[in-house]
């Protein structure tokens, strides 16, 4: 095994030690300081930790360093340009999904993920995406009419620029 | 009256840092040179301790310190001092901190914890309270009674009682000989988790200047000041608390739960801040747990259904240190009676030491516990009458002119639990329940509720604002916000309060004890109530420091001045005005003359008249201000599986004014569900050794999107109340309390199977139905 992982993070090339073992949340939040990601669980059951890893979601609490190189990884960091706001981030505000906020950015990047492969993911395939997901305060009714109106704003998105990409 | 910004649905100004990643919750602080504890656990939950054997540990890589309580003496508490940082002789319970190791990773100080050895000699465990109330029971504390405790208290020496409340009204148990009809019961709230998404944690730092600074996962940051400055002898000043963002509460990030423990190791490593932050395991075992109540309850009643008399005996198994647990069981006791009034109460709260973690708050604080005993024994009661148990209830409401069990007398003001009590059923009971089919058994369910704030006479919120030289406010208060929308609801009734726009409103987002005014603690629902009313009379404070300036402008009576948020202007010309932008650090004439004071000011608020319990009889002023509501539900059984499937949930509660819609809605549509896992399947499951089987989000599950009721109605009835701001009241414990109740009334109006106890999981509805069918068949046979 290599002594070095060289992948991206956010656009930026990364290198990190392949020992000791660990895992993408604990290289995300404890070296490169992107503390986005939340530890919830641990165990890859909670979402917390949830980030997009070569195009998929994934729960980095259980994603081996050893998997790591040559990938491209987007956290919630990433989502934003600084200034405007992602529309799924928009969307999610407006519905009132924000409560304490510790699982939005998991949240987020499921719903990323999900949307940029699948704009036209249908109502079951958005569930079971967010079943993944745990959430203490909202109930996950404003959750759920977050993320219908992120996929309805990306589309628009999409169509205001002439069709799919 | 006409409002502005109240009853709007503004978006939280917490919301971009939260969706955008950047808010700091506790575990993403990193301060220079930190070090990273880890705590051992012990094997049993109930054992002497004969060895600890640190040595190996000792020698693990990256390792500064292993500490165990062989020294320490340390008690703590602020209701029982009967806590302790690090067990020492013996352990209580089975997520007690036993020894810990101090190292540069959290993964060096783990694998060091793992090698440290320990000898115990086990003793019996008990983990429910009756068996820990035999006569032959092994004393979990032996220092019972010895203890400092509230002087209100009354621990029993010599036993494993850590506290019995007695409450009576009327002639008390007598008071059955006025019933024609008495029906009782036995019911069971088990132990569950508030599993907050995010884990308790905390980093303390004590200085070379003799000062500790503390960063912490509590809604308590200024008990905790207090308790630190007692517990290492300095002036409450030089303790400083930072509450980051918090990731969900519930109630178990309330009273003091891991600082004293986090403080106790990091005080071996002067000069360096230490963090601990609970694994997923730990903040299960090693935090506050909640319910574990268990109610005998007997109500009397005459023919036509009106309540006569209440007994009520709460055995509660507080865990193994009842400082956090002991206002739940008297909560739960002076509450048991729901929104009823009984002429003659004899109500009983045992608080009983058991082995298992300690109980504290959770959201509800003892209202759902023994109101689920009541609204469940009331419909056994209309069975037993032949009277709809609508009726029974109507008959009994706490309304106006009545009197519950405290002594209390109810006014209007106290809200209009008829009207939601109506709401929900006009929800669901005016239409057909569809009948039996082959897949399904249908039921509806109903259970109206009250709650208290469960405060304390001392208790009272802080508020200081300040106007700055463009006419914004800065508002900088010591309440929490969890999550609930605190802040949202702080910026709104300040806008309104100041008729200043929300938009040039800024409420500080972090709690620091250095710069916030006073919060007892964010607890029992009454942020709105207390906290608002501190805003306005704050507000009221820097308005007329305002016209006191522009009066010397004006050359006029204070008096005869007016404002509205830009102008202080004359009542009879208000052409005669001056903008507040030139009145915020006082008035400065054309030659830099300047006059007047500057444009803040501080208030604070409390709840009126609360008192503590009278020593005789347990009555008193402890509610002061209630919030009444009813829920009702339709649901499924599915036959195959003996799964509930909740079609419907409707909720509706009398708080006086809406402040946010969006927020308020939030609140509810999530408690309700937070109540549905509790009922369905949410119970921390201990063994006969008091070792949690289910430490886990995979083995303790909390309800997901799949699980949310097929649609949620919630409506609010707004009478106003004569304490809060605009008349609003408490709601955010409140829609947790008529869930159990409403589904296990729901559950017999489909099958005809009364529980007493929770949660009702599909295998266990399944076999219910089994051999209820069973049962008829046999007596068919004979």
């Known amino acids: 095994m290599a002594e070095y992982i060289a992948f991206t993070v956010n656009g930026t090339e990364r290198t990190v030690a392949a020992r000791p073992a660990r895992f993408l949340l604990d290289i995300l939040r404890d070296e490169l300081h992107l503390t986005g990601a939340k530890r919830g669980c641990d165990n890859g059951t909670c979402g917390t930790c949830v980030v997009v890893l070569d195009g998929r979601a994934v729960k980095s609490c259980i994603i081996p360093v050893e998997k790591l190189d040559g990938t491209t990884v987007l956290t919630i960091e990433g989502l934003s340009d600084g200034k405007m706001l992602h529309p799924i981030q928009q969307a999610l505000i407006e519905a009132g999904a924000v409560q304490c906020g510790f699982c939005i950015p998991g949240i987020a990047m499921e719903l990323y993920a999900l949307f940029e492969t699948e704009l036209d993911a249908t109502e079951d395939r958005i569930r079971r995406a967010l079943n993944r997901h745990l959430c203490r305060c909202t109930g996950y009714e404003a959750i759920w009419e977050g993320a219908l109106l992120a996929q309805q704003q990306m589309k628009s998105k999409v169509e205001k620029r002439g069709g799919h990409k | ?782």
């Not at chain 2, 000041?225 to 007692?230: G, I, N, P, S, T």
């Not at chain 2, 916000?481 to 987002?509: D, M, S």
Request: net charge negative; charged share 25%; glycine share 8%.
């Open chain 2, 1 to 782: 009256m006409e409002f502005k910004y109240i009853g709007k649905s503004l978006t939280r100004p917490d919301a971009v840092g939260k969706v955008t990643g950047k808010a700091i919750f506790l575990d993403d602080i990193y301060l220079p040179e930190m070090l990273h504890a880890s705590v051992l656990r012990p094997e049993y939950a109930h054992a002497r301790i004969v060895e600890i054997d640190t040595r190996a540990a000792q020698r693990e890589p990256g390792v500064v310190k292993v500490v165990t309580g062989a020294d320490c003496d340390l008690r703590y508490g602020d209701n029982i001092k009967d806590l302790t940082p690090m067990a020492k002789d013996k352990v209580r319970h089975i997520g007690e901190p036993v020894a810990a190791v101090i190292a540069d990773t959290p993964q060096h100080a783990k694998a060091a914890m793992q090698k440290i050895e320990v000898t115990y000699q086990p003793l019996p465990v008990y983990t429910d309270a009756r068996d820990a109330m035999a006569d032959d029971a092994v004393l979990i504390h032996e220092q019972n009674g010895e203890y400092w405790t509230l002087p209100t208290l009354n621990p029993i020496a010599g036993t494993n009682i850590a506290n019995y409340y007695h409450l009576t009204k009327g002639r008390a148990e007598a008071g059955f000989e006025e019933a024609d009809v008495i029906v009782e019961g036995e019911f069971l709230y088990p132990f569950g988790s508030c599993a907050a998404l995010e884990p308790h944690g905390a980093i303390v730092w004590f200085k070379e200047d003799n000062t500790i600074e503390v960063w912490s996962t509590s809604i308590c940051p200024f008990i905790i000041r207090e308790d630190l400055a007692h517990a290492y002898g300095i002036p409450v000043a030089d303790v400083r608390v930072h509450i980051p963002e918090l990731g969900g509460c519930f109630g178990y990030k309330s009273d003091i739960t891991v600082e004293q423990t986090v403080a106790y190791i990091a005080n071996f490593v002067p000069g360096r801040p230490v963090k601990w932050v609970a694994s997923r395991q730990e903040d299960f075992t090693s935090t506050l747990i909640g319910h574990g109540i268990r109610t005998r309850m007997k109500l009397g009643a005459r023919h036509d259904g009106t309540f006569v008399a209440l007994k009520t005996k709460v055995y509660h198994a507080t865990g193994a240190y009842a400082d956090t647990g002991v206002n739940v069981t008297i909560g739960a006791t002076h509450n048991s009676t729901g929104p009823y009034e009984f002429p003659h109460c004899d109500l009983e709260g045992y608080c009983v030491y058991t082995n298992t973690p300690p109980v504290g708050a959770f959201r509800g604080y003892g209202h759902q516990e023994t109101q689920f005993a009541i609204e469940r024994l009331i419909e056994i009661l209309a069975r037993k009458l032949g009277a709809s148990p609508f009726e029974v209830r109507e008959k009994n409401y706490l309304t106006a002119g009545k009197v519950n069990a405290l002594g209390e007398r109810m006014w209007e003001s106290n809200g209009d639990i008829i009207q939601c009590a109506e709401k929900v059923k006009r929800a669901v009971f005016t239409h057909q329940k569809p009948k039996e089919d082959q897949a399904y058994y249908y039921g509806r369910g109903f259970a109206a509720l009250m709650k208290s704030p469960k405060g304390a006479p001392f208790s009272t919120k802080g508020c200081y604002i300040k106007l700055n030289i463009d006419g914004s406010a800065s508002i900088n208060m010591g309440g929490a916000e969890v999550g609930q929308g605190l802040r949202t609801v702080v910026q709104q009734i300040a806008a309104e309060a100041l008729q200043i726009p929300p938009e040039k409103i800024r409420v500080y987002p972090e709690i620091d004890t250095q710069y916030c005014p006073y919060e007892w603690q964010t607890i029992g629902s009454m942020f709105t109530i207390q906290g608002g009313r501190a805003i306005i009379r704050a507000a009221n404070k820097v308005i007329r420091t305002l016209k006191q300036t522009a009066a010397q402008v004006l050359r006029c009576d204070v008096d005869m001045l007016d404002y509205d948020g830009e102008h202080v202007y004359l009542r009879s010309d208000p052409a005669v005005r001056v903008p507040i932008t030139r009145l915020v650090r006082g008035y400065m004439y054309e030659n830099g003359m300047t006059i007047g004071e500057l444009a803040h000011s501080v208030s604070d608020a409390r709840l009126p008249r609360y008192s503590d319990p009278d020593p005789e009889t347990g009555q008193g002023n402890m509610g002061v201000t209630y919030t009444f509501g009813a829920q009702a539900c339709e649901l499924r059984i599915e036959k195959k599986t003996g799964k509930i499937i909740i079609d419907h949930f409707a909720s509706s509660f009398d708080v006086g004014k809406v402040i946010n819609p969006q927020q308020i809605r939030g609140q509810v549509v999530g408690g309700v569900l937070m109540a549905i896992g509790a009922t369905l399947y949410e119970k921390l499951d201990f063994d006969a050794e008091g070792r949690l089987r289910n430490p886990q989000y995979f083995q303790y599950h909390i309800p997901t999107l799949k699980d949310i009721p097929g649609k949620q109605t919630v409506e609010f009835v707004e009478t106003p109340s004569a304490i809060g701001p605009f008349g609003a009241r408490g709601l955010g414990e409140h829609p947790v309390i008529g869930v159990a109740p409403a589904i296990l009334n729901a559950i017999y109006d489909a099958v005809g199977i009364d529980y007493y106890d929770i949660p009702i999981t599909p295998e266990r509805l399944k076999q219910d139905i089994e051999a209820q069918a069973a049962d008829a068949a046999d007596k068919g046979a004979a």
